[in-house]
Structures are given as structure tokens and as C-alpha cells.
């Protein structure tokens, strides 16, 4: 060590100049020109790109715009569907964040993106100027899809897909429903917001059905041939609802083309079928903002760069969560989290003239399909070749002859997840 | 060695050091160690119930742990799963960056008759290896005071239903022989042992 030279020293030093800017004295320096970055969308991905940013660098100047407030969590919302849980365990506020982090939080809905001049234009009229934005809407529906359903025709035949007063309004409809009635579930094609979401559901209205109504029905009309964690819930099905719950494959007829609402029928490819209660999850595509300002592909999604998020059609805005298209990662809340923080670290190191750090990513989703019966899948995953892919032989489903005592503790888990994964976000 | 010389040393070794994240493929502890809060909530303090708070938690526990997971020598439901996905280099990046993390206990209050039972049991039985109420940190005896009580005790009911082929046979043998009131009370001790 003594004997190191002025030219070793500055070959270490140029061989890795981007590092230098880690250095106090730069960090220093760096303070001075901090730049904006905007958050659209305060959900799983959008939360924690803010919280993220703000823990790597304090002195970053975040703003988190959001239309809602409180926001309610589409994860364990079908827990509301059978009654073992209340809206207001959904609910969370921006205070943490804003208080505590010293995020700024708008309420406003963003209406229009300038990616040339970066700014974004709420609904409210206000102009918000960034030099790096995060896009995280989540999904948005083509209702298109299924001739006769509509927003309108979903405040009477809801999707609940996006918690809130959709929830209460299938939990209440099938308060309502008589005994010996059908629920109809429409489950969409891939890819789409959680994909074991349609079939947990299934689950927790048979669950409320056993107990207040046991001559009732649950009827999966699926556009799919097969579907996330099928052998679990086809166990879970047969053990605890016997044949209450019915699963009919695209392939078999499920394939629904249209909706009679006065009539409260479905028409399928072959048959119709009659419901009670209509569950209409429909056909997905990116958050509505995503298509306003041109950041979707052909697909409907939003094509990024898998190593930051940052999107292949605008520079300087990352998309994160459902919205994206992001290789092998499921569209799940877990998913949303870890690309949160693959961003914030890009965004940091970017604005800090830093090239965008190795990246690493985890999904984790449980499923609570009975009383005490939970299940989970998990994911690990790498960059390669430029794409997100599953480590092999990593991740992966709960095995299918757990014992009872395991899966009730992965339901216990289940709910231990959300606890910890909100605080996460709201913290 | 003159005091510029010193500094540049210093500064060189330190760039060095931070040469070997320069490769694009090698992932930092904090990439790495951010994917658990999902689950263990930010910094590894947890924010209840079944998930252990691991921020803060012995380096070397962690490590052997998390290697025990991949290995599948420790039962787990899912982290056997989610460890299989790294490297032991990686495992011990997180393990480290964790341990680097604050102590957060838990912000519930304890039953304090059940707390109190539970000392008695903690002092005859466990005190020995768990010393000063729970509060040690040691890579075979990690800090347990300040934890989940919902974990604490399915830890301990998975150790009793293993009995002496529980990982460390001395405490299997131990929590044999106890009540579930009185594996209760032990997690109501050391939750109320901040």
C-alpha cells in the first residue's frame, strides 16, 4: 500500500470513474443540482419507487400524483367477498410517506404526459414539471371486448377488479342473492392482474356460500384452457366446496362473447348461461394513461427496458407494475414492489450520472382458498439477454400434498404478507 | 507513510473496493436484500405476525440460515423456493446487509402475566444459551427478545413437534417438554423484552 503510485491511482480511478460519484465529495456536489422525479400512481410499484428513491437520496425532490385517496388494496380484497374481512383493513392514507419521508403528495389524476418538454398536466389544470417520471396506472379494461358491457353496465354487473366500491357491491349482491342461485365469474384471457385473482374469488364466495347459502353455485366461465395454480385450487375446490364450484375451460364452451344485462345472461361461444350474480372480470391493457401518452405497444402494454424500466418509446419515464411488459414476472402487487425498486435504484444512479446497477427481482403470491388453506407461488428471477427470466430451479408452487398444518400456516403467512408488503408501501 | 500518502491510499483501496460493483453482472447487497421487504417488511423489520424481524439479526445466523434454506436441511414453506435462487455469495450479501440493518422490535405489547410465566421458564431453561432475556445476538442463539410473538411460538411448536431432531437438539429436548401455555407465555417473555 505504500508503494502505490499517482498513475496506479488514477488507472484505478478512471477504470471505474462512475464509481467516484459515490464518493462524499461528489455526493456533495451532486446535492446542489438535484433533479424532480415524479411518481403517477400510488399503488404497489408506484409507492415504493417513490419511498425507494427517497431512501436512496433524501434530499431528492419526489412527487407521488395519485387520484385516489385512501387507496384500497386489490390484494386480499376477496377476502370481503366471503365476508372474513372489512374495507377498512384495505384502506391506507399518504401520511407516512409525505410526513415521514418527505414525499410530496398531489391528489389529482394525470391527464396528459409531455415526454419532449417533461411535464404532466392533471385534471385539476396543474402542470407538473419532471426530469424523470414513473408511470404506474396499473390496468385498465377492454370492455370492448364482451359486446353489451360497459363502465355503465359495470355499476350493476361489477368486475371488482379495482378494490373499492366494486367490492362492496358484488359482497352485497351476493348477500342478496337467494338460496340455490348461481354465481357467474368470467375469468379473462392472459395476460392480466393477478393471475390466481378470478380463482381465489371462486374460493371465497363458495366459502360464504357453504355457511349462509349451501344450495348456491359458483360457476368459472374461463377464456383460458388452464390456469395459475390450478391443481391447488382444484384440491382446495373439491376438498372444502365439493361440486359447488364449477370451472368450465375456454375450450369446453367458457368463452364468453357478450353480456344481456337486463336479461342477466352470458352468451358463450356455444351456450348461455344464467346468473344470479355476474362477476365480470374483463379482458385487460395498460392503465388509461399509459395508452394517453403513446407508451403502449401493439400488445396494449408498455415495452421497457427490463434492466431499469425505462421505456423503449420515451425517454426519461419508467413504467413499472401491471402496466409494463416485464419478461417472466407475473402482473402481482410482489411483482410491482420489486420492479418499484429495480426503477428507483436506475432513476438514482442515472440522475447521478451512474450507470443503472445489476438488478435483481422477486415475486411472492399467496392464495387463501378455505378456512386455514393457503398456498403460494414464488418467483426469483435475472436479467438475461436483456430479458427478465426465472432462475431455473428456483421459485415455485406450494407442493400439492402439503399437509394440512402447512397450509394453514401459509394462510397465516398470506396475511402476515399483506401487513408487511403495505407497510412497505405506506411507511 | 506521510498523511497525503495515507489518504490517497486510503481513497484508492476504497475505489478498488467499489471497482468490484462496476461489473454490470454483480448484484449489490441492497438490490439484493430490498426484494425480501415484500415479505419482511422494510430493512428486514418486519411489520408482524408470522414474519420473523430479521434486520439486525446475528450476520452468521442469517448466513447459515439462509444456507440451510437453499440446502433444504431447514423446513421452510416458501424460502427453501426463494433461496434456491441465489448464489451462496449472494445469500451471504444479504445476510450481511440485514445484519447491517437496525434492531426494530415489535411495536405490540406483551400479556404481562403470560410474560411473566414465561420468565420463569426462560431463566431455568434457555438463559444459558439466549442470555441477557432473549437480548444476545450469537451466530447459534439469535436475538429472540423484541420478536413476533406469532412467530416466536410456531417456532417453537415446530422445535417441540421435532423434539430432539429440532435443529439445535439441546432446545428440542427442552421444549418437549413444555405446554402450549407455556410456549404462549415464552413468546409473550420475549416480545416483552424490547
Known sequence: MTNISRRTFLQTASACAAVAALGSVGRRALARSKGRVIVVGGGYGGTIAAKYLKMADADKDVLLIEKDSPFVSCPMSNEVLSGERDMKSLSFDYRALSQRRGIHIAQDEVVRIDPEKRFVKGSSGKVYRYDKLVVAPGVDFRYEKIEGYSPAVAERIPHAWKAGPQTTLLRSQLEGMRDGGVCCIVAPPNPFRCPPGPYERAAQIAMYFKHH????????????????????????YKKFY??????????????????RPDAMTLVGQVDEFKGDVINIIPPQKAGRIAHLAGLTDKSGWCPVDQATFESTIHKDVYVIGDSCIAG?????????????KVAA????????????????YVNTCYSIAGPDWGFSVAGVYELKDGKIQSVPGAGGLSPIDASAHTRAVEAEYARSWFRNITEDMFS | MNETTTRLAALAAGLMLAGSVCAQDVRSPSALANTCAGCHGTNGASAGDLMPIIGGMDKTYLQNTL??????????????????????LELKAIASYMAAQPWVSAST?????LAEEGKDIHEKECETCHEDGGRDQQHKAPRIAGQWPAYTLLYLQECREKGRRCAHPKMGARVMKLSDEQLQAMAQYYVSQK
Open chain 1, 213 to 236: 347459502k349451501p344450495k348456491s353455485k359458483v360457476l368459472i366461465l374461463d377464456a383460458k384452457d388452464s390456469f395459475s395454480k390450478q391443481g391447488l385450487f382444484m384440491q382446495a
Open chain 1, 242 to 259: 365439493g361440486d359447488m364450484v364449477e370451472w368450465v375451460s375456454g375450450a369446453s364452451g367458457g368463452i364468453i362473447e357478450a353480456v
Open chain 2, 67 to 88: 444456507m440451510e434454506f437453499k440446502s433444504g436441511a431447514r423446513d421452510s414453506t416458501i424460502m427453501g423456493r426463494i433461496a434456491k435462487g441465489y448464489s451462496d
Open chain 2, 109 to 113: 405489547k406483551a400479556d404481562a402475566k
Open chain 1, 345 to 360: 435504484a436506475a432513476i438514482a444512479a442515472a440522475m447521478s450520472g451512474r450507470a443503472a446497477p445489476a438488478t435483481s
Open chain 1, 328 to 340: 417472466a414476472m407475473p402482473k402481482s402487487g410482489y411483482a410491482a414492489n420489486s420492479q418499484g
